[in-house]
């Protein structure tokens, strides 16, 4: 009986010790500051987010271009070489596909061979594999 007794007293009393550590780290980190501008500051101060600056702002004043826009012709001239680019690679692609039937042979031949050569039987394939 006096174990339990012990046990539970020991428990809380860790318990209680461990909160009041935690309520004094939470009291002192509201003690801290890190900025020394005053609230009468008129300046904002960046990446802090929406800052009262105690004036409305003024939505007439239009925002700043981040980039030069593209002309016309800029735009004209882009797109063309897009387009060449494209005609390019589409001619590429349309290259080999002018004899599929000796293709489909071939698939069909490189397959049996490729099968005799796994299988050991690389004479057929090269003669010098020995």
């Keep these: 009986m006096t174990y339990s007794v012990g046990r539970n007293v020991f428990f809380c009393a860790r318990v209680m010790l461990s909160a009041s550590a935690l309520a ?5 980190s509201g003690c801290t500051s890190t900025t020394t501008s005053t609230a009468s500051s008129a300046a904002p101060v960046t990446g802090r987010g929406a800052q009262d600056t105690g004036t409305y702002p003024n939505l007439n004043i239009p925002p700043k271009v981040a980039a030069a826009q593209f002309t016309e012709e800029q735009k004209a001239a882009k797109l063309a070489s897009l ?10 692609a349309g290259a080999g596909g002018g004899n599929s ?7 069909r031949k490189h397959g049996d061979d490729t099968l005799k050569a796994i299988e050991g039987k690389c004479e057929t394939i090269d003669p010098a594999c020995n």
């Design 101 to 107: 039937a000796a293709m489909t042979t071939l698939a």
């Design 83 to 92: 387009q060449a680019a494209q005609q390019r690679q589409g001619a590429k």
């Design 24 to 28: 004094l780290a939470v009291a002192a």
